[in-house]
């Protein structure tokens, strides 16, 4: 820390409870107050000094002469250092009392009309060294507080904050700090690790946070608008933010939890204050895709809910989220429900108005009426928008699963949400039929026609064989979506088989001799891939059968289907079961055309 001495007498003064007794020997002629504090002191070490002294000794009528400077900056304890310099006593100024002194020196008038080398001029030349480095200018603003109308009046804390935003915004290697030699990190990884017990090592954009975030919020403020304004890169403004909001508000610092709810943990200052600087901050934040991570962002939302943060603020964080809803994840969406009136464990509200705002810039309005139209865009518009959405799918289709066990949790909010995503995002529809069995195992209550409206959230002809395997036997579906799980597993099967005789027809052409040799290698490479597909239909056709017999023995009235879908009664199933096998085989190898259900 740089350090200014000056004077050279030894120490002249000492105190006698609330009073500073000069030790000279000379009786006092003076006594100045300051605060509680009284000094008795000489006129002439002061007259020599001080233009304000002068003016008030020069209008004393009182033989005692008493003055009173309570308003000098600093109060008492800068005074002190003031009588030292005057008497020439040995005095240290540091970046910790260099802005008081010099809001003090002026307001005494400590000009050079007043004696030479006075301490306006000490003061101003200490500054200027103060402010070449980092260290001594952030302590050096942090003390501005104390003196705030006369240090802004001299333009020290914009002078102060011009000097940091330009040293933040600089290489630190130009500062000539020790590096540690580590690469450098992701700016939200630096957040997930931040720790606020000890200074870490200067590493990449990241070294000035810690030092900033001692700073009062008006002061924090200005300084990072400064450094914005010189160039700062936005992901480097936001986590600086958020890494200032972490040391402030404990809740930041959480995973989700219904816990989080008692206030009791954060005794420092007042829900008030914390409700304040959240919006304050969220104000701050560069509003752009990506500057900061969607983790961040719901924690943010999360903790606005909790403090009860004004709509304006839940909002903008809510538009936030759903801006980049395709980077969350499934654990930061399971937001507590923080309402007044508890309808559902987790805030579902809040999660469908995150994914509206995320719809309306992926699916423009003009094109969400017409599935065609909107099929088509996507293929044109390419992976950059379909890509997003189909992430989106996927998250949304989870965390249905995930509250989709609550008991309180009505059909309608359900729908609503698993709606919101087209059906064009879903590659297959695994997630959402998952949910949807969760969903009905937790409300056994719902009718038979609820049951029907749920199940059509889902495409059965978009399941994949595992899942269309486990819809079959689902007891807890109507009767009608099992049968059209099972009519399109045989659709699918019907395909798969009368592809392999298109292949095999090809083959067996291709073996003519009088093909070239290496024309027979392909084939016969090929041959060997039919084979294991041949397998695979074979193991496809057994789970479907066994899928049958299960369902035969537990559900009733199948004789309503028709024979060409491969359905029968109990009875006929039974008795037929070898003959049936016979005939399909031997009607597979005598005509290849033939639909074989």
């Not at 080398?117 to 104390?146: M, Q, R, Y």
């Not at 102060?160 to 700016?187: F, T, V, Y």
């Not at 990506?290 to 964080?317: D, Y």
């Not at 099929?375 to 950059?384: N, Q, R």
């Amino acid at each position: 820390m740089a350090f200014m001495k000056l004077g050279s007498k030894p120490e002249a003064f000492r105190r006698e409870g609330q009073t500073w007794v000069c030790t000279t020997g000379l009786p006092s002629d003076v006594t100045i107050e300051v605060g509680e504090i009284s000094f008795l002191l000489h006129k002439f070490p002061l007259l020599s000094r001080s233009g304000l002294v002068k003016k008030l000794i020069a209008e004393s009528t009182n033989d005692d002469c008493v003055l009173q400077l309570h308003d000098v900056p600093g109060g008492a304890k800068t005074f002190e250092l003031i009588t030292k310099f005057c008497y020439g006593v040995k005095l240290e100024i540091t970046s910790l009392n260099v802005v008081s002194l010099r809001c003090a020196a002026e307001y005494l008038q400590m000009t050079e009309s007043y004696g030479e080398d006075n301490l306006i001029g000490h003061t101003e030349s200490f500054l200027n060294e103060v402010f070449s480095n980092w260290p001594d200018s952030i302590k050096a603003l942090e003390t501005c507080e104390e003196v705030q109308n006369f240090a802004e009046d001299l333009h020290i804390v914009e002078r102060c904050i011009d000097s940091l935003a330009m040293k933040a915004c600089s290489d630190p290697e130009s500062l000539n700090w020790p590096q540690s030699g580590c690469n450098q990190q992701d700016q939200n990884e630096v957040l997930n690790e931040v720790s606020f017990e000890s200074k870490p090592q200067n590493v990449g954009d990241n070294w000035w946070y810690y030092d900033v975030s001692y700073l009062s919020l008006p002061l924090y403020k200005r300084l990072i608008l400064a450094i914005e304004s010189n160039g700062m890169k936005s992901e480097t403004v936001a986590a600086s933010l958020i890494y200032y909001l972490r040391r402030f508000l404990p809740l930041m610092n959480r995973q989700s939890s219904f816990k989080d709810t008692n206030h009791a943990t954060i005794p420092t200052t007042t829900e008030a204050d914390q409700r304040g600087l959240l919006e304050e901050i969220v104000e701050l934040i560069p509003n752009k895709r990506g500057v900061t991570s969607s983790k961040h962002l719901l924690r943010l939302l999360r903790t606005a809910m909790i403090l009860h943060a004004s709509p304006s603020c839940k909002e903008n964080l809510e538009k936030r989220v759903g801006a980049q809803l395709d980077q969350a994840s499934l654990v930061d969406l399971l937001i507590p429900n923080m309402g007044y009136s508890v309808e559902t464990l987790y805030d579902i509200d809040c999660i469908q108005r995150i994914l509206d705002h995320f719809m309306s810039i992926y699916q423009p309005a003009s094109l969400a009426a017409s599935p065609c139209i909107t099929e088509v865009s996507a293929l044109i518009s390419g992976a950059d928008t379909l890509t997003p959405i189909t992430m989106v799918a996927s998250l949304i289709d989870g965390y249905l699963a995930e509250v989709a066990s609550d008991t309180n949790l009505n059909l309608s909010k359900f729908q609503a949400l698993a709606v919101a995503v087209p059906d064009y995002s879903r590659p297959l529809d695994d997630g959402i039929y998952h949910a949807i069995d969760v969903y009905l195992k937790a409300h056994t209550w719902l009718r038979d026609s609820e049951r029907e409206q749920l199940c059509r959230l889902m495409n059965c002809q978009k399941l994949s064989l595992e899942a269309s395997s486990h819809a079959a036997q689902n007891e807890r579906l109507p009767l009608r979506v099992i049968v059209q799980v099972l009519f399109f597993e045989q659709l699918r099967l019907r395909t798969s088989i009368s592809s392999w005789f298109f292949v095999s027809e090809n083959l067996e052409n291709s073996q003519n001799p009088s093909l070239p040799k290496s024309c027979q290698e392909d084939s016969a490479g090929r041959t060997e891939n039919v084979k294991e597909r041949l397998l695979e239909l074979e193991k496809e056709c057994s789970c479907i059968r066994k899928e049958l017999q299960k369902l035969n023995k537990t559900k009733k009235g199948w004789s309503i289907f028709p024979k060409k879908f491969g359905f029968r009664r109990k009875t006929e199933y039974s008795n037929s079961k070898e003959s049936d096998n016979v005939n399909t085989s031997s009607s597979m190898n005598e005509n290849p055309n033939h639909e074989s259900s």
